[in-house]
Structure formats: C-alpha cells, structure tokens
C-alpha cells in the first residue's frame, strides 16, 4: 500500500538525530538547523522517562550526552526538565518536536518497552499518523506500534523482518511486506545490501529502500547512483550538497 509519511520525490535525505551543526544531537536546536536547511524528514529516538513522559534521547545512559549517572528511565520530568546539553539546549519532549515542526515527518525509533504505549498516544494525540514512522531493533515494539495505530501507519523492519525482506528479495517472491520501506546499513547481512541488483529486487517488493548513517560524500553519490531512495545522515549540509549537484534536491520555488 502507499504510505502518506513517503508521498515525495526520491531520493530524499533524514537528518539523523537532527544532524551537526545546529546543536547538540536530538535538541530542537539541531532539527531546527536541519530544517532551515531544507529537510523535510527528520530521525529521532524516544525514551520515557520515570513518571511516564516521551522524549527525544538516543542512548540508555544519560552520561555520554548530560553527564549524568543512570537512564531517563530514572528520573522524572521534573529532573529531566532542567538538565541543558552543552550548557544550553533542553532535552524536548517528543511532544515539543510535533508541535514545533508541524510539517515535518519523524522517523522515530522507541527505544525501550516503556516508550511504545507514550509513543501510541502521542501520535494519536497530535494526529500525526501520516507524519511518522517507525522503526526498531525490536521487531516486538515495531508491531505493538502497528497494531494499535493500524495499516496506515509506516513503519520499516527490526532485524527478523530485515532478514525475512531480505530473504524474500534474493529469491524473487511474490510476498508483500506490510512496511513502508526498508532501513539498513550499507553493509551487514552477509549479502551486499549496497547492490543495485539487491536494491531493485526490494523496490520489486514494494518497498523504498533506505540507508544509514551515510556522512561519506563518495558513499553518499554511490548509493544513490546505485538506487537508494533515501540516505540518513548526520552531515545534513553536505548530503544536501551532494543532492543539490544531482539536481535532485527538492525546488521549492
């Protein structure tokens, strides 16, 4: 089926966690930057924190980007409120992100159990089904997502239904996969997942194809020449550079 989160022209770009340059990873600093560049689809990660509150955070431990011992799962949102990375940038609410780029689109990745029944009544409540998509290294929280939002909601593959998508491109069947697209790195799988051949037999599926984290210019021209409708990125500037030159970034007059 189509999906309304991939209604535009390929290839396209995500800023991954909002990319360099605007501020620190996952702030609305860095998607603000992201967009002002002209992204339309950004990446982020979700956590909940200890009373029940969504927000934009990669890792499990809060050390490497705050500086502070143990998880969001840890703490409040009180806490949590007025922790500022790099000396300035809030962590935001997953909430904060919907409302402030409202014609963005989110790829969002729930990264513990505790997120998935936040992250269901945060689409719902901002109405953002034709907005988001998700995706996981749990192919669990992927499908408990789907399930409660339904077969409009985008969403690409944990590691079983990579392989499954995988395996079913290499043999040439006739499945049809329920995602919208499929995210994976340029290598792994113990197949070239960079190939042109690979990539037409998923198009074939139906599905977009998508790879991360792509920050090489010369890796970035590669992937595209070879099919990618996608590339995610931390260097948003230059992946722009490099689409921009293809004349495939988007003309918006």
Not at 182 to 199: E, H, K, M, N, T
Request: with cysteine; hydrophobic share 45%; proline share 7%.
């Amino acid at each position: 089926m189509a999906f309304a989160f991939l209604a535009t022209d390929t290839p396209f770009g995500f800023a991954h966690r909002g990319g360099v340059g605007g501020g620190p990873e996952n702030t609305e600093a860095a998607f603000a930057h992201a967009v002002d560049l002209g992204f339309d689809y950004l990446e982020t990660d979700v956590h909940a924190t200890a009373d029940g509150v969504l927000v934009a955070f990669h890792d499990d431990e809060l050390e490497r980007v705050a500086g502070l011992p143990g998880g969001i799962e840890d703490y409040p949102w009180s806490r949590l409120a007025d922790v500022r990375l790099a000396g300035d940038h809030p962590i935001p609410r997953l909430a904060d992100l919907l409302a402030r780029f409202p014609s963005a689109r989110f790829n969002i990745d729930p990264k513990a159990d505790a997120a998935v029944p936040l992250l269901i009544d945060t689409i719902r409540e901002y109405e953002a089904l034709d907005r988001v998509c998700i995706g996981s290294f749990s192919d669990d929280r992927i499908a408990r997502v789907r399930a409660a939002l339904g077969p409009a909601l985008c969403t690409a593959p944990g590691p079983k239904g990579v392989a499954r998508v995988l395996d079913a491109a290499v043999r040439g069947g006739r499945w049809r996969p329920p995602y919208g697209c499929l995210q994976i790195p340029a290598r792994g799988y113990r197949i070239p997942l960079d190939s042109g051949w690979l990539i037409g037999r998923v198009k074939r599926l139906g599905l977009q194809v998508h790879f991360w984290t792509i920050n090489d210019e010369a890796e970035m021209a590669r992937l595209l020449d070879r099919g990618a409708d996608a590339l995610i990125t931390d260097e948003t500037a230059r992946l722009r550079t490099v689409l921009m030159a293809r004349g495939q970034w988007p003309d918006r007059g």
